[in-house]
């Protein structure tokens, strides 16, 4: 989408490099461009250990670069994902070794995953922070070590891919997949449609 349709109902600026969170928007017909930002998420990771105020102290970093980058000229979407279990934050894995242990605390146990989704059109500012839980099974080892070599597990959350490798795992789920994925496109779609508060 170029910025040449500023003019079409609905368009927003994904200020967000996450082909999934752009698949999201594509999937709920919602018009945007894609203008990423990024932050220094490891100096706020040693402000905040807790889960929710850390993905929400994230999401408002990257929606003061993307005012301070882009502007508002269209309506600026941000969002951040964290995955928690225990109580504890699983970040981004740096390297394949992190990949696994991270997966591994996530085999067969509980984990959250807090999106904190940011909308901003110059009158509005609606910050919106959802949690959606899974219950996992135990991880096949043989399968675990596939998705490690498969690299997909790169810049995800927890390594997490509950689209992908960790779908079949999945024993209980509470909470929109949407949220899981990155960005809560129906409660965007509410904002873009005038129904939020």
Avoid at 1 to 27: C, D, I, N
Wanted: hydrophobic share 40%.
């Amino acid at each position: 989408m170029s910025e040449a349709s500023v003019g079409r109902r609905g368009l927003v600026r994904l200020a967000s490099a996450s082909p999934t969170r752009a698949q999201l928007l594509e999937e709920a017909g919602i018009a945007y461009v894609q203008s990423p930002v990024d932050v220094n998420e490891e100096a706020l990771l040693e402000r905040f250990s807790d889960p929710k105020e850390f993905v929400c102290a994230v999401a408002r970093e990257k929606m003061a670069a993307a005012k301070e980058r882009y502007g508002l000229s269209i309506p600026l979407v941000v969002a951040d994902t964290v995955v928690s279990a225990d109580g504890k934050i699983l970040g981004k894995a740096k390297d394949l070794q992190e990949a696994r242990e991270l997966l591994k605390i996530q085999s067969g146990n509980r984990v959250d995953i807090h999106t904190c989704m940011i909308y901003d059109d110059g009158e509005r500012r609606i910050e919106d922070l959802d949690t959606t839980s899974y219950l996992f099974a135990p991880f096949d080892p043989e399968a675990l070590e596939a998705y490690l070599a498969s690299g997909q597990w790169q810049g995800k959350a927890g390594a997490c891919m509950v689209e992908g490798f960790c779908k079949e795992y999945i024993r209980q789920v509470v909470g929109r997949e949407s949220t899981a994925r990155g960005l809560q496109v129906e409660r965007l779609k509410e904002i873009l449609d005038g129904k939020a508060l």
